[in-house]
């Protein structure tokens, strides 16, 4: 992959970490390989502070449990990392979450769903969230889950669960066929964006996702291919991917 394809490290200003709120492009037929990237660097190169009222451990006013990544999180999995009142890179995980930057940023100030208080910077999906699906999803959380941060990056109109990816996609015939923007998925469990083949050999990748643990945030990881094949996921490409500007069709394996 060149140089050219790899954009700025973007950021955004909530409290005092950084200047300029990166907006994502809106949705649309069809995206580039350069979109797709430039997407994913938007959500996990986020920089944002959160302070404790975006902490949140317990039942909302619906009576869905909220437990974000924070540090301080008392009694949950490994994972927790963000701290109030520090800066923090990433966008939080949040199950069913599909915010954009700049909603993210806005939320964490004043959310309307909360009637203009901050909302909750993330919200784990926990085995819980996991067996109750869609029941478990809090709208006084913000950020985005692994699901509707692909849909995001493929400039999608709507969040799209692991389970209807698929339909969108064509498979690979070969983990060796991989782009940018082309995605590694379970159906029902969990989907991660390739970005480029590491090395000489394509036996590790550059990835991201919104992840689960080690850390409930997006980012970019060195991926196995092996680890990974074992685990079930396969290769697809989304239909609408186009490889430049000037693409005007889809592309095929």
């Known amino acids: 992959m060149t140089n050219a394809l790899i954009p700025l490290t973007l950021s955004v ?34 920089t944002w502070k959160g302070t404790i009222r975006n902490v949140r451990h317990g039942v909302d006013e ?37 915010d954009t930057p700049r909603q993210f940023a806005r939320r964490l100030k004043a959310d309307a769903a909360n009637g203009g208080s901050p909302a909750a910077a993330g919200d784990m999906g926990t085995v819980e969230k996991q067996a109750a699906g869609d029941a478990a999803v809090s709208r006084f959380a913000a950020g985005v889950d692994c699901s509707g941060f692909v849909s995001r990056c493929w400039r999608l109109p709507r969040p799209f669960s692991t389970r209807e990816l698929p339909a969108l996609s064509i498979s690979l015939p070969s983990w060796d066929e991989l782009k940018t923007g082309d995605i590694l998925i379970v159906p029902g469990r969990h989907a991660l964006l390739f970005i480029q083949w590491e090395g000489t ?8 996702e919104a992840g689960p643990l080690p850390a409930w945030k997006c980012g970019e990881h060195v991926f196995s291919r092996r680890m990974l094949e074992c685990s079930g996921y396969r290769p697809m490409r989304y239909k609408g991917m186009r490889e430049t500007e000037t693409d005007s069709g889809t592309t095929v394996p």
């Open 201 to 208: 050999g394509k036996d590790t990748f550059l990835g991201s």
């Open 13 to 46: 200003f909530l409290g005092a970490c950084s200047s300029g709120i990166p907006e994502i492009l809106p949705p649309a037929s069809s995206v580039t390989r350069r979109e797709a990237l430039e997407t994913s660097r938007a959500y996990t190169s986020l």
């Open 62 to 98: 619906d009576g869905v449990r909220i437990d974000t990544p924070d540090a301080a999180a008392p009694g949950l999995p490994a994972g927790t990392w963000w701290k109030p009142g520090q800066c923090s890179t990433g966008m939080p995980y949040k199950w069913g979450g599909f």
